[in-house]
């Protein structure tokens, strides 16, 4: 099993674009979710699905938007890149009623300048 | 407002004993999570617990005091591949995980 796939790993913006973070898992799991870590700060939820066709904002929703139109896929979306959104992105996923027995993709790098 | 502190670093001594401390205030509590994050890598599930009392898995054992707000994670037979950052996280009466910032572990020789 693959588990969760994330791209890609790395990626700098110039302030202002647009760019979408794929992720997608194949266990099958209901819940899938965005997270970014900055330096000195616990994981930041930016949203969350718990299922196909099923989203919500997280903690940190500002500037970027999510779909799941499948089980397997929760792409996240930049809308307009700032420099406060450096940071690394993690997607997890979790099975249904254990789902915060997270399964990480390997995260995204992600610098904008 | 929802708080989770750790400790930033803690150094240890390989095949030595280390505890990693966690209190919370979190608006209702359902349960604490401890995962390990190696440096570059994603984190990983270590253990959870939800009733008071020490759960133990291997060489490491989580233990929760929810009257207190406070857990720890007590890793045995240190190995240098214990190097890491161990996350606490609680999951709130919202049913979402809030999330310490990590505590370093340092681990020599």
């Known amino acids: 099993n693959a588990g969760v796939t994330q791209t890609p790993k790395f990626q700098v913006l110039k302030t202002g674009q647009s760019m979408t973070l794929q992720c997608a898992q194949d266990?099958?799991?209901?819940?899938m979710s965005w997270y970014r870590q900055d330096p000195g700060m616990g994981l930041r939820l930016i949203h969350y699905?718990?299922?196909?066709?099923?989203?919500d904002q997280g903690e940190v929703p500002n500037g970027y938007n999510v779909s799941r139109s499948t089980t397997e896929d929760f792409p996240l979306r930049l809308l307009s890149a700032a420099p406060s959104q450096t940071s690394v992105y993690f997607c997890?996923?979790?099975?249904?009623?254990?789902?915060?027995?997270?399964?990480f993709g390997s995260g995204t790098q992600l610098s904008v300048l | 407002g929802q708080n989770i502190d750790q400790p930033t670093e803690m150094t240890a001594t390989e095949g030595a004993i280390v505890q990693i401390n966690c209190t919370y205030q979190?608006?209702?509590?359902?349960?604490l999570f401890w995962y390990q994050q190696h440096a570059g890598e994603a984190p990983t599930f270590l253990s959870y617990?939800?009733l008071d009392g020490l759960e133990e898995k291997g060489r490491f054992s989580s233990f929760l005091s929810r009257s207190k707000g406070y857990s720890y994670l007590l890793l045995k037979e240190l190995q240098m591949k214990d190097s890491a950052s161990y996350l606490c996280?609680?999951?709130?009466?919202?049913?979402?995980?809030?999330w310490g910032a990590g505590t370093k572990l340092i681990i020599k020789p």
């Open positions: 699905s718990v299922g196909a066709g099923i989203t």
């Open positions: 979190t608006s209702g509590f359902n349960g």
């Open positions: 617990n939800v």
């Open positions: 266990m099958n799991h209901e819940y």
């Open positions: 996280a609680v999951r709130d009466s919202n049913y979402q995980l809030i």
């Open positions: 997890a996923s979790g099975p249904s009623g254990e789902w915060e027995k997270l399964f």
